[in-house]
């Protein structure tokens, strides 16, 4: 059975870019095609290879980490509802081989935004722009990662990735922010670039400091970003002197 839904539906932001009076007509021309996917890989050359030509892939529901491998090191994007996957980020690099492939962390539904639908909304440029937003908020996130990964040591890394990822999907709490995410610690270390058995390590630094409280993908961010960075330098600065003859 082919499911289709109304993507201003099924995506609230993109409708808020109307004025209620005339949210009802755009809804009627952006229908699109949905597939499901279950938890596990998940094969989506296919459907990219569909809507070559249109926006692309929209994430209307779920979690799913996409895979990027080169040799033997591999690195890891979160992708959830309002990300957009474009076609033509799978052309091949001729001077280095990669690999990519996606996993399903939590059911997700894909919205597929084709040719056809790119023609239905050329009189809403509204959409296209927004649509072209999500491809750059994507672009953003790389580079905050990017950048988190240019700290040293691995605690750092892992707590601002933490806070990075609490910006979207934490949860305020008291006293902190409530993180709960399906990652593995092997896909945290692809996340900071770093070895599984590093990321328990770090994780346990962390509880004991009283920053990072809990496991198995439902953490507690302790206070706030600006008290664990002072927290971290500071434990930093004690070992540096403490070393120092």
Same mark, same amino acid.
């Given at each position: 059975?082919?499911?289709?839904?109304?993507? /201003?539906?099924? #995506?609230?932001?993109?409708?808020?870019?109307?004025?209620?009076?005339?949210?009802?007509?755009?809804?009627?021309?952006?229908?699109?095609?949905?597939?499901?996917?279950?938890? &596990?890989?998940?094969?989506?050359?296919?459907?990219?290879?569909?809507?070559?030509?249109?926006?692309?892939?929209?994430?209307?529901? &779920? /979690?799913?980490?996409?895979?990027?491998?080169?040799?033997?090191?591999?690195?890891?994007?979160?992708?959830?509802?309002?990300?957009?996957?474009?076609?033509?980020?799978?052309?091949?690099?001729?001077?280095?081989?990669?690999?990519?492939?996606?996993?399903?962390?939590?059911?997700?539904?894909?919205?597929?935004? #084709?040719?056809?639908?790119?023609?239905?909304?050329?009189?809403?440029?509204?959409?296209?722009? %927004?649509?072209?937003?999500?491809?750059?908020?994507?672009i953003? #996130? @790389?580079?905050?990662?990017?950048?988190?990964?240019?700290?040293?040591?691995?605690?750092?890394?892992?707590?601002?990735?933490?806070?990075h990822?609490?910006?979207?999907?934490?949860?305020?709490?008291?006293?902190?922010?409530?993180?709960? /995410?399906?990652?593995?610690?092997?896909? @945290?270390?692809? /996340?900071?670039? %770093?070895?599984?058995?590093?990321?328990? *390590?770090?994780?346990?630094?962390? %509880? +004991?400091?009283?920053?990072?409280?809990?496991? *198995?993908? +439902?953490?507690?961010?302790? &206070?706030?970003? +600006?008290?664990?960075?002072?927290?971290?330098?500071e434990?930093?600065?004690?070992?540096?002197?403490?070393?120092?003859?």
């Open positions: 059975m082919t499911l289709r839904t109304y993507l /201003l539906d099924a #995506d609230d932001d993109l409708a808020q870019q109307f004025e209620p009076r005339t949210r009802f007509a755009v809804r009627q021309g952006t229908t699109v095609r949905v597939v499901e996917a279950g938890l &596990g890989e998940c094969h989506l050359q296919p459907l990219l290879h569909e809507v070559r030509g249109g926006p692309g892939l929209i994430v209307l529901a &779920g /979690l799913t980490a996409k895979e990027t491998r080169v040799g033997d090191r591999a690195a890891v994007e979160l992708l959830g509802a309002g990300d957009l996957l474009q076609p033509w980020a799978l052309l091949d690099d001729t001077l280095l081989e990669r690999g990519e492939s996606w996993r399903v962390l939590s059911p997700t539904r894909f919205g597929l935004l #084709d040719a056809e639908f790119g023609e239905r909304i050329k009189p809403w440029p509204q959409l296209g722009q %927004a649509l072209l937003r999500r491809a750059f908020r994507r953003a #996130d @790389l580079d905050t990662i990017r950048a988190i990964n240019g700290h040293p040591r691995l605690e750092v890394r892992l707590d601002l990735l933490m806070w990822l609490a910006a979207r999907w934490g949860r305020v709490e008291l006293g902190g922010i409530r993180l709960t /995410l399906p990652l593995t610690h092997k896909l @945290l270390g692809e /996340l900071v670039a %770093a070895e599984r058995p590093s990321i328990t *390590h770090a994780l346990a630094r962390l %509880a +004991d400091a009283g920053l990072v409280i809990g496991e *198995h993908g +439902d953490w507690h961010l302790v &206070g706030s970003p +600006d008290e664990h960075l002072e927290s971290l330098i434990h930093t600065v004690r070992l540096t002197h403490r070393r120092s003859p």
